[in-house]
């Protein structure tokens, strides 16, 4: 289990192992565990938000659960996003592009994109309670055990809180898999991209395919491809800008992961797909 435990401390702010006394034998034994500590973290916000949801109003109960999926993460990955697009939009080339990066000080376009993605997942996660499950089997089982006490908005909500921390550490792992280490030196993000290889990424596909299948039926099917899309787009973008991944850029892979998630399911809702 040192694998897992190393990902949940280097993922979350859950104080384990204080004195760091695991040490996993390298990455490929620890991105395994990348969705496992989604999931975990997504049953955390489902479960934070069934009192949110009683207490609050939908608009200020959605707003508390996105503060509370930044603060598990300790805005870990929210700092990589905000770095790279500081350091993508805000350099001419590689080197000054992977300067800036390095840079603790926040500029113009990180601001930019930190707003517009917490905007944008916020308006997504107030929207997306009108979009049912759609697996026959598990919203026949919902409706004779769990319908009598909760919502059908509430369970389509907490089914969302529960896949979306899912999809954004399985893209971190499809993007250190598919990708190099983009600095010549150590850095955060060298131990995750030196040992991940593509069968990590495959073999990490299949928890969150089965969610989508459980959740979503055949149309989760479609949701994952979408994902897995952009996913690919948005490593090749990278690679084109810096020439690999780094911390920073994994980081910003799952924050802009999980937003195409919340933003796939509208269309193929739609779609009745």
């Keep these: 289990m040192d694998g897992f435990l190393w990902a949940l401390k280097f993922l979350t702010i859950i104080p384990i192992d204080r004195e760091d006394r695991i040490k996993p034998p390298g990455a490929g034994s620890v991105v395994y565990w990348f969705p496992a500590v989604g999931f975990c973290i997504g049953v955390s916000l489902s479960v ?5 949801y009683l207490f609050f109003p939908p608009l200020v109960a959605d707003a508390l659960i996105i503060l509370v999926s930044i603060a598990i993460t300790g805005a870990l990955h929210l700092d990589g996003l905000a770095d790279t697009c500081d350091g993508i939009w805000g350099g001419w080339n590689r080197e000054r592009r992977l300067e800036i990066m390095k840079d603790s000080r926040i500029g113009g376009f990180g601001a930019i994109g930190l707003f517009s993605l917490l905007g944008l997942k916020y308006v997504s996660l ?4 009108d979009i049912p499950v759609t697996n026959t089997a598990f919203s026949g089982v919902c409706t004779e055990c769990v319908w009598r006490f909760v919502s059908p ?3 389509n909500k907490c089914a969302v809180l529960m896949i979306m921390p899912v999809v ?3 893209a971190q792992v499809c993007a250190a898999g598919l990708s190099s280490y983009a600095r010549s030196g150590a850095g955060t993000g060298s131990f995750i991209t030196g040992d991940t290889t593509r069968k990590q990424v495959v073999c990490t596909s299949f928890f969150p395919a089965f969610l989508f299948w459980f959740f979503y ?3 989760g099917f479609v949701i994952f491809a ?3 899309i952009f996913t690919l787009g948005w490593i090749w973008y990278i690679k084109r800008k810096i020439g690999g991944m780094t911390g920073d850029t994994l980081g910003a892979t799952s924050e802009i992961a999980e937003s195409v998630f919340l933003l796939s399911l509208f269309p193929c809702n739609g779609w009745n797909c």
């Design 168 to 170: 954004g550490r399985w």
């Design 217 to 219: 039926n055949l149309s």
């Design 153 to 155: 908005v509430l369970l």
């Design 126 to 129: 107030l929207s997306v309670e």
């Design 226 to 228: 979408i994902i897995i």
């Design 48 to 52: 934070t938000y069934l009192p949110l």
